[in-house]
């Protein structure tokens, strides 16, 4: 499973466009990066998922360059209830069973 | 649907009593996870279930844990006998089989938070 790095906290301000960027320079060519969220006192929850380019749902966008080696999470307009940690995860969609946790980025919005 | 049922919620006991977990996944998942999640050392994985069989428990610490699933909506963790170490936060999570391109996001309950005196 490839190895990922975050930056172990970030504050922003409500309102603010926050990005946050993993490393992952050991991905595969069956990786796909995921971000899952979690607030205080709760389970992980699904964020997003891409391969590569741009992918942008309801909630976040993903970017991921050509070498696929980092990716960063934007979220727009960040409100104080974004609040939490922010996972990055790399691994094969089929042995995607495999979750691996890291240390994530903990967000601190602030009014 | 109620997501991933967790319980207790909370549990409190004391060095060497025996401690069950339980879990009931999201209706029609054919997978089940159950983590553990600590200060010291993040969210890991201790095993998961396909269709109610054990797959990898290569992340269960040691014999005092054992986690079964007799049917594909009731799943248990125990720990005997349990040690202050032990205290963390125990997640359960579901998700249905993988299909083609399509990636299924794992659902997580709300946690079980298991102190040991």
């Known amino acids: 499973l490839a190895k990922t790095t975050q930056p172990i906290s970030m504050d922003s301000y409500e309102g603010q466009e926050v990005n946050i960027t993993c490393s992952h320079n050991n991905i595969a060519t069956n990786d796909y990066i995921t971000w899952y969220q979690q607030f205080p006192s709760q389970g992980p929850r699904f964020i997003i998922q891409g391969y590569k380019t741009k992918v942008t749902n309801e909630v976040a966008s993903l970017f991921i360059p050509a070498d696929r080696k980092s990716s960063t999470l934007s979220l727009p307009r960040v409100s104080l209830s974004d609040t939490a940690v922010y996972y990055c995860?790399?691994?094969?969609?089929?042995?995607?069973?495999?979750?691996?946790f890291g240390g994530g980025t903990r967000l601190m919005v602030k009014p | 649907d109620a997501g991933v049922i967790q319980s207790p919620r909370h549990e409190v006991t004391e060095m060497g009593q025996e401690v069950t977990l339980r879990c009931k996944p999201i209706?029609?998942?054919?997978?089940l996870f159950w983590y553990r999640q600590t200060m010291m050392r993040g969210l890991e994985l201790l095993i998961y279930?396909?269709?109610?069989?054990?797959?990898?428990d290569s992340g269960m610490p040691e014999d005092r844990f054992s986690a079964k699933m007799p049917n594909a909506s009731f799943s248990t963790l125990k720990i005997q006998p349990s040690e202050p170490r032990d205290s963390a936060v125990y997640f359960c999570?579901?998700?249905?089989?993988?299909?083609?391109?399509?990636?299924?996001?794992?659902?997580f309950g709300p946690g079980t938070r298991l102190t040991v005196l």
């Open positions: 995860l790399v691994g094969d969609m089929e042995a995607g069973n495999m979750l691996t």
């Open positions: 209706s029609g998942h054919d997978y």
């Open positions: 279930f396909n269709n109610n069989v054990p797959i990898d």
């Open positions: 999570a579901s998700r249905t089989g993988t299909s083609g391109n399509t990636y299924n996001e794992q659902f």
